[in-house]
């Protein structure tokens, strides 16, 4: 029974450190497209007194002529009176970002885009732009928050555990310490309990993967988010298997070299 317990933490541990890679990976992925989306979405307008074909100013990649037509119209028939084919009105423009600007960086755009000469005025929605860059970067933390300590206490749940069948095994490797075995042939015992807890650990983590990124909520999720959203799991499946080889053999040789 204690035999069975000591493979069951193992490949907890472990599945718990993939799980979490996993997550973090799809998360990450899942906020750069939303990301990607506000940008899209987002634009600043500029009231300006002559034409702009270009502001040489980092972080724009579009300039967009706004047509006010319609507008003049609406107002032509809202006031018969005026002729506003004789008043001169200014240029309204777009301005498409490169990416999420931070409220500094927002800020010190609408300055020095006020500092040309030609633009009267500058919209930039701040407040708005500002709680969501502010919760995306809320987000990011936490998830790698989350992802740091969930995996420093993964490895350190693994190394306990592989000491535990280290002592089981001691006397064995004293022996073929003491007839000079090669380092690799001294620990193949506790390298082989790693690396059979590491395949099953994998193979549950694709399951439970798999079922999470399929289920209702999360589809939910991202049809709320209004991305397209696409997981490539040979890619993500391939990542947590060398992941997980990986941790087993760093945890077996930290373990194997220690003289506890």
Same mark, same amino acid.
Not at 112 to 136: A, D
């Given at each position: ?17 993939? @799980? ?24 600043? @307008? @500029? ?23 319609? *507008?003049?119209?609406?107002? *032509? ?44 005025? @500058? ?65 193949? #015992?506790?390298?082989?309990? #790693? ?66």
């Amino acid at each position: 029974m204690n035999y069975l317990k000591s493979h069951i933490t193992l490949i907890l541990a472990l599945i718990s450190i993939l @799980v979490s890679i996993f997550l973090f990976r799809i998360f990450t992925q899942v906020l750069k497209l939303y990301e990607s989306n506000i940008v899209n979405n987002y634009s600043i @307008v @500029v009231v300006s007194d002559t034409t702009i074909n270009n502001l040489n100013l980092p972080n724009i990649k579009e300039i967009e002529k706004i047509d006010i037509t319609k *507008q003049i119209k609406n107002l *032509q028939k809202k006031y018969p009176n005026i002729d506003f084919s004789n008043i001169k009105l200014p240029y309204f423009y777009k301005l498409k970002l490169k990416n999420l600007p931070s409220p500094v960086e927002l800020d010190n755009l609408k300055k020095n885009l006020l500092n040309k000469p030609y633009i009267k005025k @500058v919209l930039t929605h701040s407040t708005s732009q500002t709680k969501i860059y502010n919760l995306l970067m809320l987000l990011k933390i936490i998830t790698k928050t989350f992802m740091f300590i969930t995996g420093i206490l993964g490895m350190l749940l693994i190394i306990k555990q592989l000491e535990v069948w280290k002592l089981l095994h001691s006397e064995r490797m004293y022996i073929m310490e003491l007839f000079g075995a090669p380092f690799w042939i001294k620990g193949a #015992a506790l390298f082989k309990i #790693a690396f059979i807890d590491s395949f099953v650990a994998i193979i549950i983590t694709l399951f439970i993967s798999y079922f999470i990124t399929n289920s209702s909520i999360f589809q939910n999720i991202i049809n709320e988010l209004n991305i397209s959203f696409a997981i490539n799991y040979i890619k993500e499946f391939s990542i947590l298997f060398v992941v997980s080889f990986a941790i087993s053999l760093i945890s077996s040789i930290i373990v194997v070299a220690s003289k506890k």
